[in-house]
């Protein structure tokens, strides 16, 4: 991952962990979320892939509240 996009990525990161509002949002619609906090758009066909790891890491007991976990285990 460039400087760039791992700055990024940080910047959203902190967002989440920062904010209950976001935490809950970034549960029930992480890709969206993203996309908002990121100011990206993430393709149509992405999306669904991206919610399903993440939403299988919460089932599997991921924390929420720990977008890095979260997206550590979607990089992996």
């Known amino acids: ?8 990525a940080a910047e959203v990161i ?8 976001l935490q809950k ?19 149509d066909f992405m999306e669904p892939m991206i919610e399903k790891v993440i939403r299988e890491q919460i089932a599997k ?3 929420a509240a720990d977008p890095m976990e979260l997206v550590r285990k979607f990089l992996k």
């Open 1 to 8: 991952m460039d400087a760039k996009l791992e700055q990024k």
């Open 14 to 21: 902190q967002k989440i962990q920062n904010d209950p509002e």
């Open 25 to 43: 949002e970034f549960a029930a619609a992480p890709a969206k979320t993203i996309e908002k906090l990121a100011g990206i758009n993430i393709p």
């Open 61 to 63: 007991g991921a924390d």
